[in-house]
């Protein structure tokens, strides 16, 4: 029986044999046209777009990369794009760091330039477009609207006719640099509530009346991702979840505030940049120094590059998709392509016994203070080059001890 000084257990077994559970996908083994990308968007497991540096926008079908930019002879003048989203019409809106807003619909284009959204800008000035959220729908539909976060000139409405902007000169915003939208709908009526991340403070808007929403008591928190489970908790009975620049991963839930501290005594600036939730309700945690967390409610395992293959510990978006049985996480890892995870182990927390085909593995007890007991029963395997390797990570992703290899 062996000591650990770590509160859960986070174990981890996998065999040697089956398919590998990460893929990098970059300018020296595939035809990507550029390792540097904002963010990603997976519609599903063939259609996956990429906002990049440099090449503009990119789709990719699972074998190839089409490049949409000022050089495909498209008409388009960008060749930065930061986000995109995709409205209840079908359309996609991407937004670029110098060039305003395009709108894409079956190979068509029409483009929103600064001076459209009432931006009138001197030679070296740009909006510095960035993330999106859509209500109701989008631009066009009953009580429709897009919202667009600027880096410098606060949060930016389009509801298919007229563009308003709002600052913190023209609303109570705090700061006019904002990092993160979301917006919540009512199931009934056109009732909406948007939620906005601000360097000094998280807000909300509901088209009346606005709210700083403190995060465990912290009014001016740097907030760069927000998400919704369960329809929000405006209009149902959901969760919200939101990430800040300081390494807080926050849980709203019945009016009280669940709150994980990403970073440790090393690394007290260890930014959480994305959030997503996956069909099984788990949520999917990017950062910027210390690479990607799941938590699935009750631990919060870390991947990074001591103990998976991810290629950095720098992620800059994620997203994720569905196929089958089967869940693809998508990232875009700093400088270094596209990375595409599939999560193949299986986590297990509590006094439990859990079963994998046939592998039996008994912890008590667990959470652990002191000493525990892992008791384990392996199956026969069928592959002849199968191998089950068992190991132990602390909750910050860090190996511990391998029980088998």
Known sequence: MKKFSFLFLFVAWWFAGSAQSWQTLNTDNSSIPTNDIMSVFAENDSLVWLCTYG???????????????????????????????????????????????????RGTWVHYSPADMGFQLGAFESLHLRKMALQNGGPGFEGGALWIASYSRGAIKYDGTTWKVYDSQTSPLPDPGIHALAVEESPNDTSYVVWIGTGNGLMNYDGRHWENFKIDNDSTPWVNAITFENGGITFGNGKLYVGTEYGVFGIYDKGVWKIFNMADAYNPNNSVVDIKIDANKNKWIATDEEGLYFYDGKQIPGYNTENSKIPSNNVLSLDVSHSNDSIHIWLSVNYTGLSIFSPTSITGIGNNRMYLKGLNLAIFPNPVHHTTQIKYQIPTLQENNAVINISIYDLRGRKMITLLH
């Open 55 to 105: 090449k503009g926008l990119v789709e990719y079908d699972g074998h190839h990369f089409v490049e949409h930019h000022s050089n495909t002879k498209e008409g388009l003048d960008f060749d930065q794009t930061n986000y995109i989203v995709k409205d209840k019409a079908g359309n996609y809106w991407i937004t670029t760091e110098n060039n305003g807003l395009y709108k894409y619909s």
